[in-house]
């Protein structure tokens, strides 16, 4: 059958003609980002920094790719291995600890309390992302990377092997916990020194109120108890816990060799009364 010509009535009614200038044009349709595990942790990363770790969850991440939840269980089997994941991606932003050459050994101590430091900036640029390492062992690729070098530095100072273990792990929950502590003053508006003063002195003056013959010491040391800035009193906590770690350290020493100790705290009796 022979095509038949389109007669004018039968086209578009507003074929050919110009869009009324009132009337908004519609957008182009933005592309769909590719997705994939980077591109989910990624946008996880990027609510919790605008938002908080609350406000994440699977279906806004989702919504946020442009695609529906269920996909996302293509990559992670639950909203858990997606956090775990998550404080990697945040653990690969800290610099790994580079031990000192054997000419420079006594530095080990610098080196390790830079990089609490560097750890503790990369914890507080993302919120309280932090939470997510209270009582996990992260155990991921970068999580890895940064154990391994810390622990070369420790054992390389001559530290014995369990000193240099437990040592780590007592550093990493100081450095988790002023982490989420400074995250809860943020949640609370208490966002610089300046802003948590009012509450601090609120806390001193009741220090000072309470019953001297109850509580002699809170009533003399209430300007003690709540001066120092948070940066103070990080500097403090983690000069203590590396100063507390040089008592072990034995310079020159086969990392790994076992070394009796006067406190047997390595679990070898020291030999003492």
Same mark, same amino acid.
């Given at each position: 059958?022979?095509?038949?010509?389109?007669?004018?009535?039968?086209?578009?009614?507003?074929?050919?003609?110009?869009?009324?200038?009132?009337?908004?044009?519609?957008?182009?349709?933005?592309?769909?980002?590719?997705?994939?595990?980077?591109?989910?942790?990624?946008?996880?990363?990027?609510?919790?920094?605008?938002?908080?770790?609350?406000?994440?969850?699977?279906?806004?991440?989702?919504?946020?790719?442009?695609?529906?939840?269920?996909?996302?269980?293509?990559?992670?089997?639950?909203?858990?291995?997606?956090?775990?994941?998550?404080?990697?991606?945040?653990?690969?932003?800290?610099?790994?600890?580079?031990?000192?050459?054997?000419?420079?050994?006594?530095?080990?101590?610098?080196?390790?309390?830079?990089?609490?430091?560097?750890?503790?900036?990369?914890?507080?640029?993302?919120?309280?992302?932090?939470?997510?390492?209270?009582?996990?062992?992260?155990?991921?690729?970068?999580?890895?990377?940064?154990?391994?070098? /810390?622990?070369?530095?420790?054992?390389?100072?001559?530290?014995?092997?369990?000193?240099?273990?437990?040592?780590?792990?007592? /550093?990493?929950?100081?450095?988790?916990?002023?982490?989420?502590?400074?995250?809860?003053?943020?949640?609370?508006?208490?966002?610089?020194?300046?802003?948590?003063?009012?509450?601090?002195?609120?806390?001193?003056?009741?220090?000072?109120?309470?019953?001297?013959?109850?509580?002699?010491?809170?009533?003399?040391?209430?300007?003690?108890?709540?001066?120092?800035?948070?940066?103070?009193?990080?500097?403090?906590?983690?000069?203590? /816990?590396?100063?507390?770690?040089?008592?072990?350290?034995?310079?020159?020493?086969?990392?790994?060799?076992?070394?009796?100790?006067?406190?047997?705290?390595?679990?070898?009796?020291?030999?003492?009364?």
């Amino acid at each position: 059958m022979p095509a038949r010509a389109v007669s004018e009535s039968s086209a578009p009614a507003g074929a050919g003609l110009p869009a009324p200038p009132w009337k908004a044009r519609r957008k182009a349709p933005a592309a769909r980002q590719p997705l994939s595990a980077e591109a989910v942790i990624e946008t996880a990363l990027r609510l919790v920094d605008k938002d908080g770790l609350d406000a994440l969850s699977m279906r806004r991440v989702a919504q946020e790719l442009g695609t529906g939840p269920a996909s996302l269980y293509a990559y992670f089997a639950n909203k858990e291995e997606l956090l775990e994941q998550l404080l990697d991606r945040v653990i690969g932003e800290i610099p790994p600890p580079v031990a000192p050459a054997p000419a420079r050994q006594g530095d080990w101590a610098a080196v390790v309390k830079r990089s609490c430091w560097d750890s503790r900036a990369v914890f507080l640029a993302h919120r309280d992302l932090v939470k997510v390492a209270r009582a996990n062992i992260p155990t991921g690729p970068n999580s890895l990377r940064y154990t391994e070098a /810390m622990l070369a530095v420790l054992r390389g100072a001559g530290i014995p092997d369990r000193i240099a273990a437990w040592g780590m792990d007592q /550093m990493s929950l100081v450095i988790v916990a002023d982490a989420v502590e400074s995250a809860i003053h943020v949640s609370h508006g208490r966002q610089t020194e300046a802003d948590a003063e009012p509450y601090l002195a609120q806390v001193r003056e009741y220090y000072g109120s309470l019953p001297a013959d109850r509580f002699p010491n809170l009533v003399a040391m209430a300007p003690a108890m709540t001066e120092g800035s948070g940066d103070e009193r990080f500097a403090f906590a983690i000069d203590l /816990m590396v100063d507390g770690l040089a008592r072990f350290a034995r310079p020159g020493a086969t990392a790994g060799a076992p070394v009796v100790l006067e406190s047997g705290v390595d679990g070898v009796d020291g030999g003492g009364a």
